[in-house]
């Protein structure tokens, strides 16, 4: 089989990439490097410069390559940077989607990969964790384009015998490298790091939400284990029109103060976090149930936090010097 990776030049969709590659599948990467990276992908994976709206493109790279299967995550992912440009992300998410599914309907291509994302629950009831039957009410476009993108997949795979794969990732971080590390400085690790580099203490928004220390408690996943499972969902053996929309995560829930106590341990920075009020939205607890995953992927999620927090240093520190060597763990 060959792979089309879309985003392949981003923080995951590299990740993937490598993941594909020294597992021995044969990989190709469509990145418009709006964001990405073209050097974080392995030498040996060959990379189209272009969009996913470009329809014309698509189908040229699906035929040349003799593509056999599509790992979709190329997307505009800023939850508010889409409140502020709600018509950019459809287009961008939604309409590069219809775009690509175009092209691989087309092409007669019998499998397909989505990245979803927690987002697609909005602000979920604060139960112990959850399931993908819990229902979806995103609250900003960007988790909009995610749960239509998964409508898109389920719909256009059953009409057109495609076998479909939507993973709703939960709290992605960490490094399989330092030079494959996010960039960016939209999750809650780099921007602790960031503040941490310019001399600033953290921030916690609220320490009087219903969890046992009053921070907010998220389900962090290391972009390596996250990886592992785009393998194992590329590879699943699945009737043509089938569909599983599965969480991502470790199950496991890790408060905000939880995270800045590994985070001073790693970097050796432990001044005291800056308490500001609890931000509207924010929801108390988000954890995954990942029995799905467990059973229909056989995935589980081997690293821990403390890993993704020296991975995500490691690789912090090679593009900010100034913010010293890392600790060994
Ligand atoms: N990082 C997270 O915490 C997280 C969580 C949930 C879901 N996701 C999803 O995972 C996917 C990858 O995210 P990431 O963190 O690697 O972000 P990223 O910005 O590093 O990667 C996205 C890649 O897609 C490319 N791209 C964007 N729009 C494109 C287009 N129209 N055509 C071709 N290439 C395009 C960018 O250049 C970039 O290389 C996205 O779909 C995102 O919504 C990410």
Known sequence: M??????GAGYIGAHVARAMTGAGE??????????????????DVPL??????????????LAEHAVTGVVHLAARKQVGESVAQPLRYYRENVGGLVTLLDAVAAAGIRRF??????????????AETISEDTPCAPVSPYGET???????????????????????????AGAAAPELADTGVFNVVPMVFDRLTRGEAPRVFGTDHPTPDGTCVRDYVHVQDLAAAHLAAARRTAAPGTDLTVNIGRGE???????LTVIGEVTGDTR???????????????????????RELGFTAGLGVREMVASAWAGWCLRHPEAGPARPL
């Open 2 to 7: 060959t792979w089309l990776i879309t985003g």
């Open 26 to 43: 044969r990989v190709v990467a469509l990145d418009d490097v709006s964001s990405g990276i073209p050097e974080r992908l392995p030498p």
């Open 48 to 61: 189209v410069r272009g969009s996913s709206l470009d329809g014309e493109l698509l189908r040229r790279v």
């Open 113 to 126: 990969v989505f990245s979803s994302s927690a987002a697609v629950y909005g602000d979920p009831p604060a």
């Open 146 to 172: 995610k749960l239509a993108g998964e409508w898109l997949v389920r719909a256009t795979g059953r009409a057109h015998g495609i076998a479909t794969t939507c993973l709703r990732y939960f709290n992605v």
């Open 253 to 259: 829930g890790v408060s905000v103060r939880e995270l």
């Open 272 to 294: 005291a976090p800056l308490v500001e009020p609890r931000r509207a939205g924010d929801a108390p607890r988000a954890v995954a149930d990942v029995r799905l995953a467990a």
